[in-house]
């Protein structure tokens, strides 16, 4: 195979400050494949050091106030004639670089903030019909599993297959305990939207790790609006929230007045999570009942809820049931998920059985 790669990855003193960005994972990645280093900004005809860049409104600017845009397309569309003679199957870039990012890069405002947008080089790669990686996408390929991943693209059908990698839950969740660690993972949390399924997965399963309240909040306050699918919004489940349930319950009143399928979706599956057992209150079932949507995956929820409230609550719960409360189709699956459940004994069972609607 043959690999175009971010000279700086590779070791090249080619970074703006003069420096690299050394990557264990790309040198590894790329044993025993033909390796073509580039930097376009150099091959434009910029010095090592030099002063920072990021496009700004379009136009490749430095720090400075100083219009570079000549230099970064001169120095990508060579970079581009050389991809073409040497056929490359793939390019590993430098993530969040004017010249080499996927997906993300920096806003223009050198502040350090990220947003969605691919570099000038990147971006010509792609119009040209070349597969890119962001060289940080290399841990999570190194975790593949191919039929894992054809075997979820089953299980959630509103995701393009094109977009799942196939890491298994137990490695995402100890790669997100290494990366609760690391000082920059704040990147990351911030790189919205994500590229990969996989990095929503991860995105969930850090949150979930974060020890303070308010910061917990503010995390999943972010990223609620860009949850696509049912198996990261269930993936999403804070433990700092099981000591916070009066707070809690504040931004749940807020979540299920939104209008985004997953967002109403979270909010009832945190008031089945943390309201059903000491801190139940009548209100709660009245507040899931009360939710109106033709959403798929809204009413599954829903009738997750009440199956689970009747296990847990039956004498207070088994009216809504009795008296129609639902609508159809969530009563009746409501009915189905209580009946498979073990902590409904086998007279519940019987009894609703004779409730369903036909």
């Known amino acids: ?5 971010s000279a700086c990855l590779l070791g090249q003193k080619c970074k703006y400050n ?6 264990d994972s790309v040198i590894a990645f790329t044993e025993g494949h033909e390796v073509i280093p580039v930097c376009p900004e150099m091959e434009g005809g910029l010095p090592a050091p030099r002063i920072p860049c990021e496009i700004v409104n379009g136009i490749v600017m430095n720090s400075a106030g100083e219009n570079k845009d000549r230099e970064f397309r001169e120095g990508a569309e060579k970079c581009l004639k050389l991809a073409k003679e040497k056929e490359i199957d793939l390019a590993i870039l430098q993530p969040r670089s004017p010249t080499c990012g996927v997906g993300h890069i920096y806003d223009g405002s050198f502040s350090g903030k990220i947003v969605e947008g691919n570099g000038v080089f990147a971006s010509l790669l792609i119009e040209n ?3 890119v990686m962001n060289a940080n996408d290399l841990r999570f390929f190194e975790l593949q599993d191919e039929k894992y991943r054809d075997f979820q693209a089953k299980l959630i059908p509103n995701i393009d297959p094109e977009t799942m990698i196939g890491i298994r839950t137990p490695e995402l969740r100890k790669l997100a305990k290494e990366m609760a660690k690391e000082s920059d993972t704040c990147k990351f949390l911030a790189a919205l939207p994500h590229r990969w399924f996989d990095e929503n997965q991860l995105h969930a399963f850090i949150i979930s790790l974060t020890k303070d309240f308010d910061t917990c909040i503010a995390q999943v306050e972010r990223f609620l609006p860009y949850i696509d699918n049912w198996a990261t919004c269930d993936q999403l489940s804070p433990k700092v ?24 979706r979270f909010a009832a599956g945190m008031l089945m999570q943390h309201y059903l057992d000491d801190d139940f209150d009548p209100e709660y079932p009245e507040m899931v ?26 004498d207070a719960v088994i009216p809504y049931i009795e008296e129609n409360r639902l609508d159809k189709w969530t009563h009746n699956k409501t009915i189905q998920k209580a009946v498979e459940s073990y902590r409904i004994t086998p007279e519940q069972k019987e009894y609703l059985r004779g409730l369903r609607i036909k």
């Open 18 to 23: 003069g420096g690299d960005n050394y990557s």
């Open 241 to 264: 929230f099981g000591k916070n349930k009066e707070d809690l319950l504040k931004h749940i009143r807020e979540w299920l007045k939104s209008d985004k399928t997953y967002i109403i």
């Open 1 to 5: 195979m043959k690999v175009m790669v």
């Open 289 to 314: 009942a009360a939710i109106e949507s033709d959403e798929y995956y809204v009413n599954m929820m829903r009738a997750w809820y009440f199956a689970t409230a009747l296990a847990k609550q039956y």
């Open 129 to 131: 019909g070349f597969k």
